[in-house]
């Protein structure tokens, strides 16, 4: 697998004479793939039907002939403002009713039949035109879809396709009305034309009608992104991408995924830090201008999964940001390690975001590889010493993990909707696993719920899964050690009703739980063997053995066998005891980490990372801070 770098280019944004100097640049800095035109509709078509692509011919020609390689964006996240005017009714909806206008991006809801028509007609005017140009090599449908929350929309197009999509899944309102217990409240329905959307209701809609309408707008996602996927198959060879981001969970991925050749993510470790994950001020200080040490390497697993092993990185950020709470520069030397931390999970390419630092509109205070003026920004050496490492170091995949995680967007859908207490969020449930399996210095595979061959690995972690079908307990019947699965696992149907008999209800393990408790964010509850439990504990009853327990005898971890149950949330020495010791009895090698520093293994090479402000030896190195190591595996 050939591994390459590349940059986000917005040849509109710029005089035409300064295109071939750009891309020389690029070439010389050793880039060799350049995105273009994923926001660049109001140039393409300044008027409905007015189609203006000469621009574009010309600026992949030039990217082309200089030596890169062109990803195509279709541009739909952009819509141009005359489409307004044609289709006054294609904006999202807000959960308060309000319309999420024009004058940023994403302002279309997925639902809206004539935007539909509009992103199908645009995709297929560009596919036609460079679905066979030698330089574009690659497509990018849409741009990152959910982001500013927008999968979501309450409007009367989104109200009228959910109605059609109840109607195909559950063909009569008697069958809809038993599946979500309607009875209760008097909610009955008896035609799906009197079914609203789970907005502005006097209090909480009933959850199996907000888990419904979640399942339908990841759908809706689908769907759109189906129709391009197969529009510009029809005229092109070259594989398809899109570009996910961190820590979206609103429409179902692997999906997605499913429709595409290479999934491809977003990454903002300095942004992310600040705006989207929990942590003390004490962990936030200390990553500040490295970003968190885990949060990368999830979503790189994350997403080799959802590309079915293949994936790059779209978007990396260079510098500062715009849009995080405070925008740190990066430490010297993150904008090559976060690149080298991407290929050492698989990535094929690592594309920076952007070329040059735009001197207007939104994103002016946004690092790129230049500088507004072209001098080169600092990451700009960064990128061309990774692309001249890169030339050095032969192709690798990844080493096989020994320890896999299960991710199920749904899961995340529903403990949304009946979160029963403030802290349990099923994202940061699975990450926290995952950050304990890093630190013991584990490669760790994350995995579809509908993986159907587990055979491969000693440990998987199935973790807060709203249901397990039975195509999932098969599989997990196949963990070649030992599966764990829990807590808040198998305990609700698909409607997001308590199943009968009471979860979890594993094949072969006695345990039922009988309620389930969760805690205020600053109360957890001490284990026998140390450590502490937070958020969340399902109270069971037991036949099996129970390898962890409560000061006052609750258990916690249940089974000695091939399948065991954990009842709550571990602190993070709980965690590390537990995966210590069921690693120890597997004879998975662990090697305990500190600090900043992580590890990770390809085929070829082991790789460490010092995330960390001071220096941290591995294999006798030293490695500084922001340092990257790595020697044949
Ligand atoms: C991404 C987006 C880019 C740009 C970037 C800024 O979310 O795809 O267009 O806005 O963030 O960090």
């Known amino acids: 697998m050939k591994r390459a770098l590349g940059v986000c280019y917005y040849p509109e944004h710029w005089p035409e004479e300064i295109w071939p100097e750009d891309a020389a640049r690029m070439v010389e800095a050793g880039l060799s793939w350049v995105r273009i035109g994923e926001f660049a509709w109001s140039r393409m078509e300044p008027s409905p039907g007015d189609l203006q692509l000469d621009w574009l011919d010309r600026a992949i020609d030039v990217l082309g002939r200089t030596g890169l390689q062109v990803i195509l964006g279709t541009p739909t996240a952009t819509p141009p403002r005359w489409m307004a005017d044609k289709h006054p009714d294609m904006f999202a909806v807000d959960k308060e009713a309000r319309v999420r206008g024009f004058g940023s991006r994403r302002h279309y809801c997925f639902s809206h039949a004539g935007y539909r028509r509009e992103s199908r007609r645009i995709t297929e005017i560009l596919a036609k035109r460079y679905g066979s140009n030698p330089h574009v090599t690659a497509w990018q449908t849409d741009n990152e879809y959910g982001c500013h929350d927008t999968v979501i929309s ?9 109605q059609d999509w109840l109607a195909q899944k559950y063909q009569s309102t008697d069958a809809l009305n038993r599946a979500w217990g309607n009875i209760f409240w008097s909610m009955e329905y008896d035609s799906f034309d009197q079914i609203g959307l789970p907005n502005l209701t006097v209090t909480e809609p009933n959850p199996s009608h907000d888990l419904a309408f979640r399942r339908f707008s990841s759908d809706q996602v689908v769907a759109f992104n189906r129709e391009q996927a197969q529009i510009i198959r029809a005229h092109s060879d070259a594989p398809l991408i899109h570009n996910y981001m961190g820590r979206i969970v609103e429409f179902d991925h692997f999906e997605v995924g499913a429709d595409l050749d290479i999934a491809s993510w977003d990454s903002y470790p300095l942004g992310f830090l600040e705006d989207r994950i929990e942590g003390e001020d004490d962990h936030k200080r200390a990553y500040a201008q490295q970003g968190d040490p885990d949060f990368q390497a999830f979503h790189h697993d994350l997403y080799r999964a959802v ?22 520069a990066p430490l010297p030397g993150m904008a090559r390690l976060w690149a080298w931390e991407a290929f050492a999970h698989g990535a094929e390419a690592v594309c920076y975001f952007r070329w040059r630092q735009a001197p207007f509109a939104q994103e002016q205070m946004h690092a790129g590889l230049l500088r507004p003026d072209s001098v080169a920004a600092p990451a700009l050496a960064e990128a061309a010493q990774v692309a001249q490492e890169l030339a050095a170091m032969p192709e690798a995949g990844c080493a096989a993990a020994p320890v896999a995680l299960v991710f199920d967007y749904p899961s995340a859908w529903a403990w949304d909707v009946q979160r029963q207490g403030t802290g349990f969020d099923y994202f940061r449930l699975v990450f926290e696993l995952y950050r304990g399996l890093r630190k ?95 958020h969340w504990l399902d109270h069971v009853e037991t036949t099996a053995p129970v390898q962890e327990q409560t000061l006052s005898g609750d258990p916690v971890l249940i089974g000695d066998g091939q399948l065991r149950y954990l009842a709550a949330w571990p602190d993070e020495a709980a965690l590390t005891r537990i995966l210590t010791n069921i690693c120890a009895e597997h004879r998975i090698e662990t090697q305990p980490i500190t600090g900043g520093l992580r590890i990770r293994r390809t085929d070829t090479h082991v790789f460490a990372f010092n995330y960390g402000l001071d220096a941290v030896t591995f294999r006798g190195e030293t490695i500084p801070p922001a340092g990257v190591f790595w020697a044949p595996n």
């Open 440 to 534: 013991l210095g584990l490669d760790v595979d994350i995995l579809p719920p509908d993986t159907a061959d587990l055979s491969a690995y000693k440990l998987v972690l199935a973790a807060g899964l709203l249901s397990l079908s039975d195509p999932l307990k098969a599989a997990l019947a196949t963990v070649g050690g030992t599966a764990i699965v829990g807590p808040r696992a198998n305990s609700k149907t698909p409607e997001l009703t308590i199943p009968d008999p009471l979860p979890p209800n594993l094949p072969g393990l006695s345990v039922t739980i009988t309620r389930s408790e969760t805690f205020r964010a600053d109360m957890q509850r001490p284990l026998k063997s140390g450590g502490f439990i937070r």
């Open 154 to 162: 309450y409007s009367d197009a989104a109200r009228r396709a959910f």
């Open 307 to 328: 590309g079915r092993g293949r994936w790059w990185i779209m978007e990396q950020q260079p510098g500062p940001v715009n849009w995080a709470p405070v925008n740190p």
